[in-house]
DNA sequence: TCGTTTATGAAAGTAATACTATCATTTTAT
DNA sequence: ATAAAATGATAGTATTACTTTCATAAACGA
């Protein structure tokens, strides 16, 4: 099985997934889960269910379905911030570098993780719809101090710091970054359930290079001194 | 009692909250315990524990804890709407009228909506925090077709329009000012949680100035021809 | 003022959820 | 071959998200 290891923060499970065959079950299987009913309707159960284990087993791994779905979304944000560091190894200017990385973060075509069974484009839908709701919560602070947070504050600082290699004195890098990541998460799911509030129109082969042509508009020009 | 009335749509609701004292009550006590509690671990059992009444007579005004939810943050956009207009009202220059929403977008002065009993500083905050969990569901579809998420939709679309006024030529509009709405409500959150991900320093007397000087730089260097 | 809707309260009940605990069995490591 | 670790099977608890029923109180209309 080829496999891309990212170091998930250990804090996040109980028992290392990535160690057994049930644990990577649990993974797929619950990627497919929450992808497929949204995940207040995915339950422990479900997951149990739809692997042929049980409830116990799966709280053997991850203390609970929050923690189960942080680690989830780590995991996409290594992996994102992993291809960022493959495209722009031969690049050398910053301007596109960033390109680049914006190209990676909208891209469709994606790789399986696991050769087979871990399912990439609904790791990436699942990452649109349900990131928000991981930082959005009372226990923030707690979760914060954890470092579960790190992968994606890495690919924001990562971004930041290409912006301030083009332009020095541009002061809000990160907040520009972040802003610009969360509008590459949402815009696809407003093209396709709230057109309104959008000008990119949903279509599977089209709306990613619209977002881009927006995105890119937005960072440079933002930017420009 | 001083109140400002907003036609929220009757399909959110079973019973007018508005008709009644109870229904009053159900309102501004939910503001509150969502705002203290979280949506997550707000139940109709502590809203009506809060309030000296009923479960049961909770779910004759709504349907579901969702659906309260849903009107709470549709009153607050409606609000922000009616704000919007007042200050509009004496300016004629687009780009004037642009940055005075802005401005009342982020001000932390708000007036009380109720003379007494509801609060606004909650009722921001709660939809800071909640706002995005309420499409990002799987019913979004469902909720969209009842109209629950109009009153956010107009205020992105006034808002899309004063950019046309500027520069009729902007492709994206829309996409920006959703962009710039989402910014906003996250910003301060980031500032306050995950400082790393964000320039702006939390600090209730100045941090609404630094955001209003990014996001009028994201706004109207983006737009300019 | 009487009678009748209508709103609320009180209490109980149900199905699902989010766990925890126990113990037997299977797998793995030594 | 034996001990340790992982899993399965089963049961149990507290909470949540409701629904139902019935009694009472308030409001309202003739």
Redesign the pocket.
């Known amino acids: 099985m080829t496999s891309l290891w990212f170091p998930v923060s250990q804090t996040l499970y109980l ?1 290392d997934p990535l160690s ?4 990577r079950r649990i993974l797929m299987e619950s990627v497919r889960l929450i992808d497929e009913l949204g995940f207040e ?1 995915f ?3 479900k997951l149990a269910d739809a692997i ?6 799966v ?2 791994y991850f ?4 923690r189960l779905l942080l680690y989830l979304i780590d995991w996409y944000w290594l992996w994102l911030d992993y291809r960022f560091s493959i495209v722009i190894q031969n690049l050398v200017n910053p301007a596109e570098r960033l390109k680049a990385c914006l190209r990676v973060l909208l891209s469709e075509e994606l790789p399986g993780i696991y050769s087979e069974g871990l399912d990439p484009k609904a790791l990436k839908r699942l990452v649109m719809a349900e990131f928000e709701k991981t930082y959005l919560t009372k226990q923030v602070d707690r979760d914060n101090k954890e470092g579960v947070f790190i992968p994606y504050k890495a690919v924001c600082k990562k971004l930041a710091a290409m912006v301030l290699e083009i332009n020095p004195k541009f002061p809000f890098p990160h907040t520009l970054m972040n802003t610009v990541l969360l509008s590459a998460t949402h815009q696809l799911f407003y093209a396709e359930h709230l057109p309104s509030l959008t000008d990119i129109k949903f279509n599977p082969h089209h709306h990613d290079r619209q977002l881009e042509e927006f995105l890119k508009l937005l960072i440079f020009k933002t930017i420009e001194p």
């Open positions: 028992r057994s065959l049930l644990g309707h339950t422990f159960k042929n284990s049980t409830e116990a087993s709280y053997r203390e609970n379905k929050h």
